[in-house]
């Protein structure tokens, strides 16, 4: 067990649809990560909060935002969901800017 | 465009055999390179090697980055079944990103 969580474990929503994947860092960790793992594309790094702030900006589609609270959760929000968006969705945190990440159990995302 | 090549894709060895991953990449702006190993769900951090020449070591496994050739190695010995798994191989480049190989898959059987 990492310390990290993430909520929902599974959603599965329809095309044109909008969801929120919710992720809290281990206790103490500032920064936080999104990532999305399909058969195809493997594991591919879409953004990163630090302390609140947007810090590095990956592979992320402008349907896709997100966002750190003052509590430090993140939520990672998808619309206008298409069926390749079918993927595992992984947060992480680490406790710096460029610290070690650890992964939570990741959400699992079907779009029908 | 940055690059993180992982060989072999997968393999299948016997309990007790030791196995070499390779990772190889070619990045803009290399800050360290990290391994996970990642079983049903979530990676789980193994490494991470920011220094040529240091080996870092963890039980049974070890690693090694060479910056000058561009590649790391992850070395298991006396495999045993629960280090099935997909390693994978990622690099951090300044300004944060994390850039992921393909992974290997290693079975190793009883």
């Known amino acids: 067990d990492s310390g990290v969580t993430q909520t929902p474990k599974h959603l599965i929503t329809a095309t044109g649809q909008r969801v929120t994947l919710r992720c809290s860092p281990r206790s103490g960790d500032l920064s936080v990560y999104w990532y999305q793992q399909s058969l195809d594309q493997g594991l591919q790094f879409l953004i990163q909060?630090?302390?609140?702030?947007?810090?590095a900006k990956g592979n992320i589609l402008e349907r896709f935002s997100a966002q750190q609270f003052p509590d430090l959760h993140s939520e990672l929000n998808l619309s206008s969901l298409e069926l390749g968006d079918s993927a595992l969705y992984f947060c992480?945190?680490?406790?710096?800017?460029?610290?070690?990440?650890?992964f939570g159990p990741g959400t699992r995302l079907l779009v029908l | 465009e940055d690059k993180v090549v992982q060989s072999p894709l997968s393999l299948v060895v016997h309990e007790g055999d030791t196995v070499t991953l390779n990772c190889s990449y070619e990045v803009t702006n290399f800050r360290s390179l990290l391994w996970y190993k990642q079983e049903k769900k979530a990676p789980t951090f193994l490494f991470m090697l920011?220094?040529?020449?240091i080996e870092k070591k963890s039980g049974r496994l070890s690693s090694i980055l060479d910056k000058k050739e561009l590649f790391s190695i992850l070395n298991i010995t006396a495999t045993q079944t629960g280090d099935s798994a997909i390693y994978l191989c990622?690099?951090?480049?300044?300004?944060?990103?994390?850039?992921f190989g393909a992974g290997t898959i290693l079975r190793v059987k009883s």
């Open positions: 909060y630090y302390n609140g702030e947007e810090r």
């Open positions: 990622a690099v951090l480049e300044y300004g944060n990103k994390l850039v």
């Open positions: 920011t220094s040529s020449g």
């Open positions: 992480a945190s680490s406790a710096g800017n460029q610290e070690t990440q650890y």
